[in-house]
């Protein structure tokens, strides 16, 4: 069953960088994702879509300071140089033919 | 520029139906797949149902038998009927576009609220 597992939080202070994770369920690790950021009271904006090299496309104005990698099953997204406006929700997302799945989500907050 | 505006919330009573609609603006529906995905009060994400471009449908299994998504292309409006509503379905309804399997664009979200 094709699974994304996100930690519920995670924290760091204005300024420095952050690397949430996604972790692809077992025998999906070869998939595809996408990172979406959803701030308060927001509808969700699409950051970037990730490959499992590595290699990632990014939104419309996506700053560069977004940016993805990956590793066997996992997939991450780097913050650097955080602000006040990336405390949000972000989802990572994925699919097979007929079926798009989400993780369930981590919510930044920025210190 | 592409924009998606989703209307037709309200609130309805369970076992009630609704229609959303989607009117897309800066691209042609029939040539993307368009999808919706919900998301429930403080939960996460949901995906509900795709279009393709060919006009295939498919619904997660948690409205399979109740949805449907379809659209009108001299409108290029996409829609999600929903039958036989419950307290469960209550929830912000997303209008999306698909593009090589992620959701690039999104409306802003019509609130659909199933209480009696």
């Known amino acids: 069953q094709l699974v994304l597992t996100q930690s519920p939080s995670a924290s760091a202070s204005l300024g420095a960088s952050v690397k949430l994770t996604c972790t692809l369920s077992?025998?999906?690790?070869?998939?595809?994702i996408a990172w979406y950021q959803q701030q308060p009271e927001k509808g969700p904006r699409y950051l970037m879509k990730?490959?499992?090299?590595?290699?990632?496309t990014k939104g419309d104005g996506i700053p560069d300071r977004f940016s993805g990698s990956s590793s066997g099953a996992e997939r991450y997204l780097t913050i650097s140089s955080l602000q006040s406006e990336d405390e949000a929700d972000y989802y990572c997302?994925?699919?097979?033919?007929?079926?798009?799945?989400f993780g369930g989500g981590t919510k930044l907050t920025v210190l | 520029e592409v924009q998606l505006v989703e209307t037709g919330g309200g609130l309805i009573q369970p076992g009630g139906s609704l229609r959303l609609s989607c009117a897309a603006s800066?691209?042609?529906?029939?040539?993307?797949?368009m999808s919706w995905v919900r998301q429930a009060p403080g939960k996460g994400l949901e995906w509900v149902s795709v279009?393709?471009?060919?006009?295939?449908?498919y619904l997660a299994d948690s409205v399979k038998g109740r949805f449907t998504i379809s659209r009108d292309n001299s409108k290029n409006m996409v829609y999600l009927q929903m039958n036989s509503l419950r307290a469960e379905d209550t929830a912000v309804y997303y209008c999306?576009?698909?593009?090589?399997?992620?959701?690039?664009?999104w409306g802003q979200g019509t609130l659909v609220t199933v209480s009696s």
């Open positions: 999306t576009r698909v593009l090589g399997g992620i959701f690039d664009y």
């Open positions: 800066g691209f042609i529906v029939s040539g993307n797949y």
């Open positions: 279009i393709y471009t060919g006009g295939s449908t």
């Open positions: 077992s025998g999906h690790s070869s998939y595809a």
């Open positions: 990730l490959d499992s090299e590595g290699s990632h």
């Open positions: 997302q994925t699919w097979v033919t007929g079926t798009w799945v």
